[in-house]
């Protein structure tokens, strides 16, 4: 189901807006939308992950000293994935789009240093933005360097509306939340520079570790998972094969730990 940015841009403001409910959110009545920019990118000949984490190292030297400490940034290795893929991805988010935008206009006027030492070590074929909700908190109690998101892409039901699949998706979060599930989740509406996007969002799933989503697994085949998230929403969202990838956060927004 190919939908254009400023449809499902719209969707995401009916949501803000309260026409639905906000899903998992027991501490607003509304949900919070983030801007999330993404890169998937390949390594240039002979470069690896060790000279990523220099200038990684580089470019968080120069945050510092810029005082930008309004950026989250982390890192993603392909974990369980098809033939097609990249070998890093990056995330990055700002607590609001403004704060996001200036950042960039910042990167292009002083930047370029820092853009060349990434350009030196990695090719990025995609640059995107997606209007980020979350709609169940992680149960974990601490703030790890290292998680696991997986990756899904999602839509409607023909014949179900938006409405309808948040509802289900909220009964599910629920059920998860009571059955002790160990992820957190969010939902990724594409905004900017996604290509031919056939889908409504992007599911992404968040764990502490690889034991914590070994557990979901367990809960979902064995313990009656799989039949409740039948019951619930096989019927009013359709999503293609889940891709997971190892995450290293580079920067967190000291204000949100």
């Known amino acids: 189901m190919k939908k254009s940015p400023i449809v499902n841009l719209t969707a995401i403001l009916v949501?803000?807006?309260?026409?639905?409910?906000?899903?998992?959110?027991?501490?607003?009545?509304?949900?919070v939308i983030t801007p999330v920019e993404t890169y998937t990118c390949n390594y240039n000949e002979g470069k690896g992950p060790a000279d990523l984490d220099k200038v990684i190292d580089g470019w968080s030297a120069y945050m510092d000293e810029q005082g930008a400490d309004n950026y989250f940034a982390m890192t993603l290795t392909p974990h369980y994935f098809g033939a097609k893929t990249f070998d890093v991805g990056w995330l990055g988010s700002a607590m609001s789009a403004e704060e996001l935008g200036a950042g960039a206009d910042a990167w292009m006027k002083d930047g370029a240093k820092q853009?060349?030492?990434?350009?030196?070590?990695?090719?990025?074929?995609?640059h995107s933005?997606?209007?980020?909700?979350?709609?169940?908190?992680?149960p974990g109690e601490t703030a790890p360097d290292n998680i696991v998101l997986t990756f899904s892409n999602?839509?409607?039901v023909e014949g179900n509306s938006m409405e309808e699949v948040f509802a289900a998706m909220d009964a599910w979060t629920a059920y998860s939340t009571e059955n002790g599930y160990r992820n957190g989740t969010w939902v990724m509406f594409p905004a900017y520079g996604v290509d031919d996007a056939d889908f409504d969002f992007k599911l992404v799933n968040g764990y502490d570790n690889h034991t914590d989503?070994?557990?979901?697994?367990?809960?979902?085949?064995?313990?009656?998972?799989?039949?409740?998230?039948?019951?619930?929403?096989?019927?009013?969202?359709?999503?293609?094969?889940?891709?997971?990838?190892?995450g290293v956060i580079r920067r967190r927004i000291p204000a949100a730990e």
């Open 129 to 138: 933005n997606f209007a980020t909700m979350q709609i169940k908190e992680s």
């Open 154 to 156: 999602c839509s409607a």
């Open 213 to 246: 989503m070994g557990k979901d697994y367990d809960h979902y085949a064995n313990g009656g998972g799989y039949q409740k998230h039948a019951e619930l929403l096989g019927g009013v969202l359709s999503c293609d094969i889940t891709r997971v990838y190892d």
């Open 115 to 126: 853009a060349a030492a990434f350009a030196s070590v990695i090719t990025c074929d995609s």
């Open 15 to 31: 949501f803000a807006l309260g026409a639905v409910s906000a899903v998992g959110q027991e501490t607003s009545e509304e949900p």
